[in-house]
Structure formats: structure tokens, C-alpha cells
Nanobody
Framework: QLQLVESGGGLVQPGGSLRLSCVAS????????IGWFRQAPGKEREGVSSSSSLGRTTTYADSVKGRFTISRDNAKTTVYLQMNSLKPEDTAVYYCAAGRWGSATLNSAGYNKWGQGTQVTVSS
């Protein structure tokens, strides 16, 4: 089965750091673009960061540029989202998603498989 499982969410203070993991199974990670999305209560889902298939291109939303870094470890079939200098506005459920032979898009239409999400809360 093609599956994505997120982990690493939790409660962190403003200015802190967190690293999210997305473990893929049932497919060859290199062939898929991986995107990170988030959704806060009452708000639309927002694309955060993405990595193209083969990992040749990365994209970041303006709201996280310079603070977040996406990376992939194909041997571990895992994609990471390193989040630094976290702000309360970053509080949301974070999802990873996969799209076969995809580009590094922040448009959710580019992805056809989604994880269950992990909660990130940034608060004092």
C-alpha cells in the first residue's frame, strides 16, 4: 500500500524549533514530489514547502521562507520539514502529500496521496 505517516508535531514556545518527519511506504520516493501543507482552524489549507521528484527543486511559501527547510532521505524513505524560529501563526495541523513525477508545487492539486496530519502548536 502507498502510505504516508507524519510525526514530530507537538507543543513548542515561540522562537523554538521542531522537525517533522514524513515516512513513505509502498512506492519509490524518488519518483514523487513531496509537499508539506498546513491548516489552522477556520482557515484554508496552505502549501508550506515542497520538493520535486528526484529532489532537484524546492519551494517555500513566503510566510516560512528563511525559517523552514525541506529535505529528503531516500534511503530512509523519509521527508523532513525543519521548522525554526517558530511563531504562533505557525500553529496548525501539518500534512505531507505525494504526487508522482511532480514538480515542487504548493498547489494541493499536484498531490494525490495524503498523510493523516500532525498537530503543531506554538504558544507560550
Amino acid at each position: 500500500q502507498l502510505q504516508l505517516v507524519e510525526s514530530g508535531g507537538g507543543l513548542v514556545q515561540p522562537g523554538g524549533s521542531l522537525r517533522l518527519s514524513c515516512v513513505a511506504s509502498g512506492f519509490t520516493l524518488e519518483y514523487y514530489a513531496i509537499g508539506w501543507f498546513r491548516q489552522a482552524p477556520g482557515k484554508e489549507r496552505e502549501g508550506v514547502s515542497s520538493s520535486s521528484s528526484l529532489g532537484r527543486t524546492t519551494t517555500y511559501a513566503d510566510s516560512v521562507k528563511g525559517r523552514f527547510t525541506i529535505s529528503r532521505d531516500n534511503a530512509k524513505t523519509t521527508v523532513y520539514l525543519q521548522m525554526n524560529s517558530l511563531k504562533p501563526e505557525d500553529t496548525a495541523v501539518y500534512y505531507c502529500a505525494a504526487g508522482r513525477w511532480g514538480s515542487a508545487t504548493l498547489n494541493s492539486a499536484g498531490y494525490n496521496k495524503w498523510g493523516q496530519g500532525t498537530q503543531v502548536t506554538v504558544s507560550s
